[in-house]
Each structure stands twice: as structure tokens, then as C-alpha cells.
């Protein structure tokens, strides 16, 4: 009894020592509820100072680098622990002495502070910060506060007089028990697991931002109804387009219900005195910074498409590669085989890219059908010899770019070439970065493959032909020219990124706009400039009157020119028109001319710089259905007069002096008058400029975006308010996921060879044949394609 005594005296006086040391509160057994209640409260004030002096020890050692440290944390910073190891195992073996618990209750006398020393776990971490390790102090820190209030023997613990010493005190048990949970857990990857994830990586950084410089972080208002209204009838633009709904009324409701926000907006900033993004007279980049505010506010980033496709080309040799794909070739003499091949040339002179141009091979029956003067080719390499050398005779120079060929064959019916297979597959993926689709709706009428846009990072449609106004002329024309409308709508939106149109006489097409990106040759310019030479020497340059020139088919300009000379054959008493070309039409063309009894001489088709076709002053050009006349351009090019209609396909000749137009019957009778007794004016050295392929392929570069491709500008950033935000590639587009859609909904209509026939492909072009196969040494469809289906 005498023992159990002693031992609670004891206890009551470390007690009273402890609340006379740390509170200055007397000691008292028998003290009532309300001092039990108040003792209570001191201790839980004891556990929060406690945990202060380990939150001001932690500060000490890291306020400088613990927020900093997560910006540039990597998953091999864990290593810290690793290297803590043998300092955390000698701080246990020190602090697990039985001197040392001794030592720190020694230091508990009546005029003591309650304080541990916690110099040794200081001066090893920083130790660790000066070596550039400090990561492993998260998870200490993570683990050390306590959640709940802490009881006084629970926080304390109980000590005994063993042998004559003090027992180990529970704190330092605690701490060494914690030790040797961290000592197991940091030999585990588990622990540090998810630090091995950038995405969590990522976020704890913003985290840690936001929670360090708050004041960074401004509240953008949300999207309201008017907004998310505007934004959606934006996209579907091209959706109602097809509906009959033109941009004009959606461009004014998108600016209605952008207004309507706008005032909201501003009212709201007035009030708070802040700053708004809504100073932009553009509804749509008002519209586009709204969105991009506030998804940069909730920290989204879109990186695009549901199917991203990562095996996209990325440049390793530190040049681009673009790839030209056309749907003719040399020596068929037409827009999409000339323009092309001079394009390819002019964009290989730059040496920030390598050039591709992908044209139709033909098999030999096809090659008679489509090619002059009965030339053929046995294999590719001598039909890229022969547009090399044609190449190189015209421009001056040696092109750098390569030629590859793809499976083609001629419709009779259509007059045009028709891929087989999947064109794209041609361009190897090394080289699949940039495409440039030469009459992207023909090249996608049929084609069954691997979606353009998918495979490359930037694909450009170039519209060279007004295939509407070729099928209203045929039998149910208006009726074949609606569902072309709407497929070449539905190709070109799902297969391009940006699509240019040559004039305003083409098909209005999503995603377009209208540019010249077609030069002349060089030879017509250096023709001119002979011409201006003899004149100015007082040398008679035209000695030879008016000619028409062009491919001698009724959609050519051939029933306008006979009508226009049937009509006014007595106005125009006298005057004689000599015809070159060569035609399906023909036959009948001059049939027609014959029985009208009109002053038309047809000749042989020749090239247009033919030194026999120098002589004449006047070209007359009468066609409604071309896009841009390049027979226009080089006439212009040489100095010579041009009488041609007042139509959206001449609007980029109306500015030279030399280029006449009609609007009328009468008009052309008199146009031609005039130019027949004048002399055509000299070019200026701007005019040449701006009719040059240097010029032209600027203009392509400009307006196809190409610019900004090539400078890996991708998604333009837009300052406002001194800040950078992104736009368009990183927001959630509504209209890219309805063009995949569409260009699914093409897949497999096109895979079905019924379907394909039902709407006039050739027979058998889902896939190139075994004569294909032989002359480009390619593999069989079958080994190509194993699984049989869409």
C-alpha cells in the first residue's frame, strides 16, 4: 500500500510540474469539474502549440523551396528518400538511447519549458535541401498533424522508473514508430506512385500555384445562354448551309446573342472596375476569347479529336514535307497537270520544306484515251523524264521534288481521271505532314481509305474546276448538279482543312476562300517582255489579228463564241477569228460554225507559246464555265489585248489595262472594235510581278495558312489585356466532330460497290487492279487489305 502510495505521489508531482513549467497552473487532485474542464482545454492548447513548433521548424527549412520545388519535380526526385534513408536510421538510433528520454525529462525542472530538440531532423533535411532533394519532406509533413482534440495520456503517455532510469517516453516512440513506417514505405513504390503521373504532377503544381499567389487568379464570369447559343450556331454554320440557310443570317444572329452578352459583360465590369475582353470589333475572336478565358480559368485543355491520331508526321530533320496530290498529268495539257507541277516547282526553291507531287499513272489503254499525239509510257520513270525535262525547258532552273505516282483511270463519261484505291496510302507516314489536294472534291468523289485530315497535320483543297455549271448542261442537269452540290460540300468539309477557291465562279464550299494562287509560265512573261522591246524600237509586233484558243469542247466557250459571232455576223463584217484545239467536240463544233456560215478558221491545237502565235494582238475568250482561264493569263502575259465576259471568273484580270469585258451582246461587238484599232499597253513591272508563279505561290502560302504551318505556329495566339490566350485549337470544336462524322458516313457509302456504282464510279476502282499492281510494283489490294469488308 505503502508502494502504490509513492508511486501516485510521484505521478501528481510530475503533473504539477509540468502545468507549473509550461501554464504556470497549480496542480490540484482533488480540483472539481469546472477545473478539470479548464485543465482539458490547456493541454489541447498544449497539442496546437506543439504542433506549431513543428510547423515553424518545417518552415525554416523549407519556405524557400517547397512550393518552388513542384514546379520542376520530377519522378526522379523520389530519390530523395531514398537518400534520407541513412540519416532517418541514424536519428532512430540516436534518439532510441535510454539517456536520451532521460535527458529530456531532466530538462523539465520547475522553470523549464516544455520543447523538444529538433536540431538533428533539421539539420538532416537541410542537408538533403543543399544537395537539391527536398521532395521527401511532403510525405513527412503529410502525415504529422492529428485530426481530433488529443488526451493528455494519449499525447503524453505514461512513464515508469525502470531499474532507475525513466522509461522511454511516448512521444519519442511515436516518432520512431513513424520513422519506421516511412523507412518501409519509401523502399515500396507505392507510396510515391502516383508522383510517377504528370497529369497529378501537373495539378498539384496548379494547386500549389493558386494557393501561393492567389491574387493571380481573377474569377471569369461563365458561359451565359446567349454565349453558348452563339457559339453553336457558329459551328453548325456549315451544317445550316447545307440547309439552305446562308452565313449571312447566321452571322447576324451569332452578333444578336453576342451583343446581348457583351452589354452584361460590361455592366459587370464597370461595377467591379475590372478590365473586359470584350473590346474586339470581331464578333467572332469576341466570341473565341470569351470561350478561351474561361476554359483557361477552370485549367481545361483540349488537345482535339476523340481519336487522336499519334502516328501524325513530326519533323525529325528539322524541314516540312509537303505533298501535292493532282488528278492529271503531263503530257495531258490541262489546268490540273500544268499548275500543279509549277506549284511543286516554286515551293521546293524554299528550304524550310520538301516537296511531293503525287499525279495518276494510267495503264496503257488509258494512256491512248487521255494523251496527244498518240504518246504512251511503259513505265513511270520515263513519264517522269518527260515532265522533268517540259519542266526545266519552262522555269529556268532545276526543281528539287519528287514525283510519285497513284493508280488512276479515265472516265470517258466524266472526261477525267479517277483514283483507285486509297490515294493517301502513296505518301509514306514519314512524309505525311502537309497536303495539298489539287480539286479536293474529284480526288474524294470515291475515295475509300484513310481520311486525309487523320493522317496529315494540314491538308489544303485547291478548287480548280465549276463542276456544277459542266453538269447543268447535261440531260437532268439540274437535278445531278443538286446531289453534286451537296457531296462536294460533304468531301470537302470532311477531308480539309482549308480550302481556296481560284474565283468566286466556283461552288461556295466550307472552310474556303477566294485567292489567284495560279501563275504563268515564265516563258509567256519573257515573251512580253520581247514584245515591249520591239515596240519600243518601233517594230511592228502584231501583225496577225484575233484567235481563241482552248480544248474544244461545247463547255469551253465554243456555244457562247458561235452564238456571240451568229448573232452580230453583220456588225462584225469582216472580221476573221482563227480557232486552235483539239476536242471530243470538235466534229461538231465545226458542223455548228459551217451551217452559220461564220468567218471562223479552225487549226490544229498548239501550245500557247508557240512562236506561230506571237503575231496576234487580240485573244477573245467567251467561256462562262472556267474557274481561272490560264489561257487568259498568258495571253495577258504577252502583251495582248483580252476580250472576255464580265463574269466572277475574270474578276482578278479586271485590273490589268489590257483586259476588256462585256456584259452584253452588244458590248463584245464593240470590245472587239476596240481592241482590233488600238495597241495594247506595256506591262508594268508590278503587272508581270503579280501574273508570276513567285507571286502566286506567296499569295498560296498567305491564305492557306501554309505560313504558320511552316513556323510550327499551330493554334495562333491572341494578346488581350497583356495576356496570351489560345484559341481554336484547344477548344472543344463542335463542327470537327461532325466532320468525322460525315467523313465516317463517306467511308462506308463508299466501301459498298453498289452504292459506288449507283452514283457512276468506274467498275472495279474501290481498289487498283493486277495492271497496276505490275506497273507500279505494288502489292495486291488482297495483301494490302487481308480483311475483306468496309
Known amino acids: 500500500m505503502d508502494g502504490h502510495t509513492q508511486t501516485s505521489t510521484s505521478t501528481n508531482a510530475a503533473f504539477s510540474f509540468i502545468y507549473k513549467g509550461w501554464r504556470g497552473v497549480r496542480d490540484s487532485a482533488d480540483a472539481d469539474l469546472q477545473l478539470m474542464r479548464a485543465r482539458a482545454n490547456s493541454f489541447k492548447n498544449l497539442a496546437d502549440s506543439f504542433d506549431r513548433e513543428l510547423e515553424n521548424f518545417f518552415n525554416s527549412t523549407s519556405t524557400s523551396f517547397s512550393v518552388s520545388s513542384f514546379r520542376s519535380s520530377t519522378p526522379t526526385d523520389i530519390d530523395f528518400v531514398k537518400k534520407l534513408q541513412p540519416k532517418i536510421s541514424e536519428f532512430r538510433r540516436v534518439y532510441s538511447a535510454p539517456e536520451i528520454s532521460k535527458r529530456v525529462l531532466e530538462k523539465w525542472g520547475p522553470k523549464a519549458k516544455l520543447g523538444i530538440d529538433l536540431s538533428a531532423i533539421r539539420n538532416a533535411i537541410v542537408a538533403e535541401v543543399e544537395d537539391g532533394n527536398i521532395n521527401g519532406i511532403v510525405e513527412f509533413d503529410r502525415v504529422r498533424r ?431 477569228l482563227d480557232v486552235f484545239g483539239n476536242g471530243e467536240d470538235a466534229h461538231e463544233v465545226q458542223i455548228a460554225a459551217k451551217r452559220l456560215d461564220l468567218n471562223v478558221n479552225f487549226l490544229k491545237g498548239r501550245d500557247h507559246a508557240d512562236d506561230f502565235l506571237h503575231g496576234y494582238k487580240v485573244f477573245i475568250n467567251p467561256s462562262v464555265s472556267d474557274v481561272l482561264c490560264t489561257a487568259t493569263a498568258e495571253a495577258l502575259a504577252m502583251g495582248k489585248f483580252v476580250v472576255c465576259a464580265d463574269h466572277p471568273s475574270n474578276e482578278f484580270f479586271m485590273s490589268f489595262p489590257n483586259c476588256l469585258t462585256y456584259k452584253t451582246p452588244e458590248d463584245f461587238v464593240a470590245k472587239v472594235k476596240e481592241a482590233l484599232a488600238n495597241d495594247p499597253q506595256p506591262l508594268t513591272s508590278e503587272q508581270r510581278y503579280n501574273l508570276s508563279w513567285e507571286a502566286a505561290t506567296q499569295r498560296f502560302v498567305q491564305y492557306s495558312e501554309l505560313d504558320k504551318v511552316l513556323n510550327d505556329d499551330i493554334g495562333s495566339l491572341t494578346k488581350t489585356n497583356g495576356k496570351s490566350i489560345a484559341k481554336a485549337v484547344r477548344l472543344p470544336n463542335t463542327s470537327e466532330m461532325v466532320d468525322g462524322a460525315l467523313a465516317f458516313a463517306h467511308y462506308c457509302f463508299t466501301g459498298n460497290e453498289f452504292l459506288r456504282l449507283c452514283t457512276g464510279a468506274i467498275p472495279g476502282t474501290r481498289d487498283y487492279d493486277k495492271q497496276h499492281c505490275k506497273d507500279l510494283h505494288l502489292l495486291p489490294p488482297q495483301v494490302e487489305n487481308p480483311i475483306y469488308g468496309w
Open 146 to 576: 492529428r485530426k481530433r482534440p488529443v488526451k493528455f495520456r494519449e499525447f503524453w503517455g505514461e512513464w515508469k522508473e525502470e531499474g532507475g532510469q525513466f522509461g522511454e517516453w511516448e512521444p519519442i516512440r511515436a516518432l520512431k514508430r513513424g520513422f519506421r513506417e516511412l523507412e518501409k514505405k519509401s523502399e515500396s513504390v507505392e507510396i510515391f506512385g502516383g508522383f510517377k503521373n504528370n497529369e497529378f504532377v501537373e495539378k498539384l503544381k496548379s494547386s500549389l500555384k493558386a494557393i501561393r499567389d492567389p491574387q493571380e487568379s481573377k474569377e471569369v464570369p461563365p458561359l451565359d445562354v446567349p454565349e453558348l447559343l452563339a457559339y453553336f450556331v457558329r459551328q453548325s454554320g456549315p451544317f445550316l448551309d447545307q440547309l439552305g440557310i446562308k452565313r449571312d443570317i447566321c452571322d447576324k444572329v451569332v452578333e444578336s446573342l453576342c451583343s446581348k452578352s457583351k452589354n452584361k459583360l460590361l455592366q459587370r465590369s464597370l461595377a467591379t472596375g475590372e478590365s473586359s475582353f470584350l473590346d474586339n470589333e470581331n464578333v467572332n475572336d469576341e466570341l473565341d476569347l470569351r470561350i478561351s478565358s474561361v476554359l483557361q480559368s477552370t485549367g481545361h485543355c483540349y488537345e482535339g479529336g476523340l481519336w487522336p491520331d499519334l502516328s501524325k508526321h513530326s519533323p525529325s530533320d528539322g524541314k516540312r514535307h509537303v505533298a501535292i496530290v493532282t488528278t492529271a498529268s503531263l503530257p495531258w495539257m490541262t489546268g490540273t497537270a500544268v499548275n500543279p507541277l509549277f506549284r511543286a516547282a516554286y515551293l521546293s526553291k524554299s528550304e524550310k520544306q520538301k516537296v511531293t507531287l503525287l499525279v495518276p499513272w494510267l495503264c496503257k489503254s488509258d494512256q491512248e484515251l487521255v494523251y496527244p499525239n498518240n504518246l504512251t509510257f511503259s513505265s513511270p520513270e520515263e513519264q517522269e523524264n518527260y515532265i522533268r525535262n517540259w519542266l526545266e525547258d519552262r522555269i529556268g532552273f532545276k526543281a528539287d521534288f519528287k514525283i510519285s505516282f497513284y493508280p488512276g483511270k479515265f472516265s470517258k463519261e466524266r472526261r477525267s481521271i479517277i483514283p483507285a484505291g486509297d490515294t493517301s496510302q502513296f505518301i509514306p507516314s514519314k512524309d505525311a505532314d502537309i497536303a495539298i489536294l489539287e480539286e479536293p472534291e474529284h480526288l474524294n468523289w470515291y475515295h475509300h481509305g484513310k481520311r486525309w485530315t487523320d493522317r496529315f497535320n494540314h491538308v489544303v483543297g485547291i478548287v480548280h474546276t465549276n463542276y456544277l455549271e459542266y453538269i447543268k448542261r447535261e440531260r437532268n442537269g439540274a437535278l445531278q448538279a443538286f446531289f453534286v452540290k451537296h457531296i462536294n460540300n460533304l468531301v470537302t468539309r470532311a477531308y480539309c482543312h482549308k480550302v481556296l477557291r481560284l474565283s468566286a465562279a466556283t461552288q461556295d464550299l466550307p472552310k474556303s476562300v477566294i485567292c489567284n494562287v495560279h501563275g504563268v509560265n515564265p516563258k509567256f512573261l519573257e515573251i512580253g517582255e520581247k514584245i515591249a522591246a520591239e515596240r519600243e524600237v518601233g517594230q511592228q509586233a502584231f501583225s496577225k489579228g484575233a484567235y481563241f484558243l482552248g480544248k474544244m469542247v461545247w463547255a469551253k466557250g465554243y456555244r457562247e463564241l458561235i452564238d456571240l459571232l451568229a448573232k452580230h455576223k453583220n456588225e462584225l463584217d469582216g472580221f476573221n
